[in-house]
T-cell receptor, first 114, second 111 residues
């Protein structure tokens, strides 16, 4: 069974640009969530989607958005990039909502904003 | 904000020794999960322990949970150089499914 797949793995963008990151969850998993990891702030929750609906959102500005498609694949978008958006963006999937379900992470997308 | 706090922040041991990492949190939880992260890579799930469980084992890993003290520990026995990584605890709480992570413990196992 394939794991959580994230693309691209590495990318460099310029301030002011926008970026879209993609995530394919484990087959059969309907819940997808996104996390940002930086040296200063650590791992922080961005948002979670289940059956194409955003169920939860972290404390990030509106420049960060996401969506989930009917096949459970998810994308997140960051507009008007700032230097501080440089981070490892991690996608995670879970079989379904409800506590007690293991959450599996992808390898992440490294975003560098210059 | 991060509720989980790992202790120590960094740990250096010799191969074959045991490594113990601790995690404390501030509120009631649904469950607590431990993850490993090799440098620059994604998070690998190690163990999930529910709030009504006290101890779980998986291979060389042993996790304990003390909800009265709001703390958990991860024990890695007979450590190997390949165990070198950062280890994070993460909690879920209330009606939310989001993971709240600690800052992690960086473990170095010297051959």
């Amino acid at each position: 069974k394939a794991g959580v797949t994230q693309t691209p793995r590495y990318l460099i963008k310029t301030r002011g640009q926008q970026v879209t990151l993609s995530c394919s969850p484990i087959s059969g998993h309907r819940s997808v969530s996104w996390y940002q990891q930086t040296p200063g702030q650590g791992l922080q929750f961005l948002f979670e989607y289940f059956s194409e609906t955003q169920r939860n959102k972290g404390n990030f500005p509106g420049r960060f958005s996401g969506r989930q498609f009917s096949n459970s694949r998810s994308e997140m978008n960051v507009s008007t990039l700032e230097l501080g958006d440089s981070a490892l963006y991690l996608c995670a999937s879970r079989l379904e909502t409800g506590s007690g379900n293991t959450i599996y992470f992808g390898e992440g997308s490294w975003l560098t904003v210059v | 904000s991060q509720q989980g706090e790992e202790d120590p922040q960094a740990l250096s041991i010799q191969e074959g020794e045991n490594a113990t990492m601790n995690c404390s949190y501030k509120t009631s939880i649904n469950n607590l999960q431990w993850y490993r992260q090799n440098s620059g890579r994604g998070l690998v799930h190690l163990i999930l322990i529910r709030s009504n469980e006290r101890e779980k084992h998986s291979g060389r890993l042993r996790v304990t949970l003390d909800t009265s003290k709001k703390s958990s520990s991860l024990l890695i026995t007979a450590s190997r150089a390949a165990d070198t990584a950062s280890y994070f605890c993460a909690i879920t709480q209330g009606g939310s499914e989001k993971l709240v992570f600690g800052k992690g413990t960086k473990l170095t196992v010297n051959p």
